[in-house]
């Protein structure tokens, strides 16, 4: 074991990979402080390119834009009242109160001690949990492994924004689409349409991207196009000038401050790490599960919404903390716990590793040097967002006009670099285009990703279960780990949606 840490170590702490995770953390930051762009937008954008990279530096690229990410969308939230990603619109409520309050300092620095704790929590979680676990899956049969994926489905769609009706109708629409090319156990071919390109099935890079960027990008445009970013900016200079005469030596976050944030930042890494864990639960329901939490258990239950710190710490804290444990459920069971965790779980795939029980057994020093990549991450998280705090703001100013061709050209160059295939650019506009009439609609995307990326595993567990069983149906509920899944389930949801309930 101790050679194992050591080689680990030697891996994760290698030049090549510490200038990866310090270059990841300062685009992730730098993306997630301009609304509309996203830590996850760009990974899908750059995973084309792990192909050229050592799996250790990819990973350390990854993790960084990831944790750079988390954080950089409470930059904007707390400056200009509009959340780089949605995990940090709760930290929007008492983040832009609290500027406006003339104490943008104490509420930033509280929003990256509070992120750093409980993506640190998180993480610390991930490692203990994550081995014990897939030691476990690794007794599963395909009964078991059915249940498992239909728990995940469930939750998944049921637990996406509270939509469960559209959150299981984009799931459904995912796993159809990863039933495109060969079937699993005949070979033959099924769903193209007539169309040779499809027969190897659709890839994951260009749906991927088509989904996150090219919807994304899309949507910018068009917010553009109707000068809604023009009127945010000239709320912005509105609200900058009211804060002239800005003292900054008088918003220093002092310790007693930072000491009495401390329990909802505990809360927030609570809640977050549990619900992280959750196939599907996502950052913005961690986050304002901890908000209300830490408000209910506040001393200062009143401030909340009027620029309470601890508002800040528990909501930062809360999303942050998700970080790590959707990690879980991807490296135990091969299941993606987010649509973040998804875009790792396709790193993997396109590095030669296989998400799932088998991932650590096989892949255990690179997963170990992941491990400690995890932590290192947190720390250039916190150095480099404490010394270029003051900068960070300013980011938010920088127009999107400038940022969406750039996007779009490299999103087409990535999905046609990946293969040298025509048809994967054709499959990337395609994905884009059903992203944008989803989102039209108001449907959640990550159900639709997690169902493409769980689908094929889901549909060979039940074809190996139904062959086992004879085709009987009763086979699936035959297994006592299979019905607790089940039940799992069923009580998750309704605690939920009595929680939602409540919420309202």
Same mark, same amino acid.
Request: no cysteine; charged share 10%.
């Given at each position: 074991?101790?050679?194992?840490?050591?080689?680990?170590? %030697?891996?994760?702490?290698?030049?090549?990979?510490?200038?990866?995770?310090?270059?990841?953390?300062?685009?992730?930051?730098?993306?997630?402080?301009?609304?509309?762009?996203?830590?996850?937008?760009?990974?899908?954008?750059?995973?084309?390119?792990?192909?050229?990279?050592?799996?250790?530096?990819?990973?350390?690229?990854?993790?960084?834009?990831?944790?750079?990410?988390?954080?950089?969308?409470?930059?904007?939230?707390?400056?200009?009242?509009?959340?780089?990603?949605?995990?940090? =619109?709760?930290?929007?409520?008492?983040?832009?109160? =609290?500027?406006?309050?003339?104490?943008?300092?104490?509420?930033?620095?509280?929003?990256?001690?509070?992120?750093?704790?409980?993506?640190?929590?998180?993480?610390?979680?991930?490692?203990?949990?994550?081995?014990?676990?897939?030691?476990?899956?690794?007794?599963?049969?395909?009964?078991?492994?059915?249940?498992?994926?239909?728990?995940?489905?469930?939750?998944?769609?049921?637990?996406?924004?509270?939509?469960?009706?559209?959150?299981?109708?984009?799931?459904?629409?995912?796993?159809?689409?990863?039933?495109? $090319?060969?079937?699993?156990?005949?070979?033959?071919?099924?769903?193209?349409?007539?169309?040779?390109?499809?027969?190897?099935?659709?890839?994951?890079?260009?749906?991927?991207? $088509?989904?996150?960027?090219?919807?994304?990008?899309?949507?910018?445009?068009?917010?553009?196009?109707?000068?809604?970013?023009?009127?945010?900016?000239?709320?912005?200079?509105?609200?900058?000038?009211?804060?002239?005469?800005?003292?900054?030596?008088?918003?220093?976050?002092?310790?007693?401050?930072?000491?009495?944030?401390?329990?909802?930042?505990?809360?927030?890494?609570?809640?977050?790490?549990?619900?992280?864990?959750?196939?599907?639960?996502?950052?913005?329901?961690?986050?304002?599960?901890?908000?209300?939490?830490?408000?209910?258990?506040?001393?200062?239950?009143?401030?909340?919404?009027?620029?309470?710190?601890?508002?800040?710490?528990?909501?930062?804290?809360?999303?942050?903390?998700?970080?790590?444990?959707?990690?879980?459920?991807?490296?135990?069971?091969?299941?993606?716990?987010?649509?973040?965790?998804?875009?790792?779980?396709?790193?993997?795939?396109?590095?030669?590793?296989?998400?799932?029980?088998?991932?650590?057994?096989?892949?255990?020093?690179?997963?170990?040097?992941?491990?400690?990549?995890?932590?290192?991450?947190?720390?250039?998280?916190?150095?480099?967002?404490?010394?270029?705090?003051?900068?960070?703001?300013?980011?938010?100013?920088? %127009?999107?006009?400038?940022?969406?061709?750039?996007?779009?050209?490299?999103?087409?160059?990535?999905?046609?670099?990946?293969?040298?295939?025509?048809?994967?650019?054709?499959?990337?506009?395609?994905?884009?285009?059903?992203?944008?009439?989803?989102?039209?609609?108001?449907?959640?995307?990550?159900?639709?990703?997690?169902?493409?990326?769980?689908?094929?595993?889901?549909?060979?567990?039940?074809? %190996?279960?139904?062959?086992?069983?004879?085709?009987?149906?009763?086979?699936?509920?035959?297994?006592?780990?299979?019905? $607790?899944?089940?039940?799992?389930?069923?009580?998750?949801?309704?605690?939920?949606?009595?929680?939602?309930?409540?919420?309202?």
């Amino acid at each position: 074991m101790l050679d194992l840490i050591i080689q680990a170590s %030697q891996l994760a702490f290698h030049p090549y990979v510490l200038m990866y995770v310090f270059l990841g953390v300062l685009l992730g930051i730098t993306l997630g402080a301009i609304p509309g762009l996203s830590g996850d937008m760009a990974i899908a954008l750059l995973l084309p390119f792990v192909f050229f990279l050592e799996p250790a530096m990819a990973m350390g690229l990854l993790v960084g834009i990831y944790k750079g990410g988390l954080f950089g969308g409470s930059i904007s939230a707390i400056s200009f009242g509009v959340p780089g990603t949605p995990g940090a =619109a709760a930290t929007s409520i008492d983040g832009y109160q =609290a500027k406006l309050k003339g104490k943008p300092s104490k509420a930033l620095h509280t929003a990256l001690y509070s992120s750093v704790i409980g993506d640190t929590t998180s993480d610390l979680v991930l490692i203990f949990i994550a081995v014990p676990l897939a030691a476990i899956a690794l007794t599963f049969g395909p009964i078991e492994f059915f249940a498992l994926y239909a728990f995940s489905l469930i939750l998944i769609a049921a637990l996406s924004q509270g939509m469960v009706a559209k959150g299981l109708a984009v799931a459904a629409i995912g796993i159809l689409l990863a039933m495109i $090319g060969r079937d699993p156990i005949t070979g033959a071919v099924r769903m193209t349409f007539g169309i040779p390109g499809l027969a190897g099935g659709l890839s994951l890079i260009p749906v991927l991207i $088509g989904i996150f960027a090219i919807s994304e990008v899309v949507f910018q445009g068009a917010k553009l196009w109707r000068r809604k970013v023009d009127r945010i900016m000239d709320d912005v200079a509105e609200q900058a000038s009211l804060l002239q005469g800005y003292d900054i030596s008088k918003d220093k976050l002092t310790w007693a401050e930072f000491k009495f944030t401390l329990k909802a930042t505990y809360i927030g890494a609570a809640v977050g790490t549990f619900i992280g864990a959750l196939p599907g639960a996502g950052q913005s329901l961690a986050a304002f599960m901890s908000y209300g939490l830490a408000q209910r258990f506040s001393k200062r239950p009143e401030d909340f919404g009027k620029g309470s710190l601890e508002g800040i710490a528990s909501a930062e804290s809360g999303n942050s903390a998700t970080a790590g444990s959707t990690f879980i459920p991807l490296f135990a069971f091969g299941i993606p716990g987010s649509a973040t965790a998804a875009l790792f779980g396709a790193a993997f795939i396109l590095m030669g590793m296989t998400p799932g029980p088998s991932l650590l057994s096989d892949n255990t020093e690179i997963i170990y040097a992941l491990f400690f990549t995890l932590i290192f991450a947190n720390l250039v998280n916190l150095v480099l967002g404490k010394l270029l705090l003051p900068y960070y703001s300013r980011i938010a100013m920088i %127009q999107p006009g400038y940022m969406i061709p750039a996007v779009f050209i490299l999103a087409i160059i990535g999905t046609y670099a990946a293969n040298n295939s025509t048809m994967d650019v054709w499959v990337l506009l395609f994905a884009g285009l059903l992203g944008i009439t989803l989102k039209l609609l108001s449907f959640p995307l990550a159900p639709l990703v997690l169902g493409f990326i769980i689908g094929p595993g889901a549909e060979r567990a039940l074809r %190996q279960s139904m062959i086992m069983g004879g085709g009987d149906w009763w086979v699936l509920v035959k297994s006592p780990i299979a019905i $607790g899944f089940y039940i799992a389930a069923f009580v998750l949801i309704m605690l939920f949606t009595l929680a939602l309930r409540a919420k309202k």
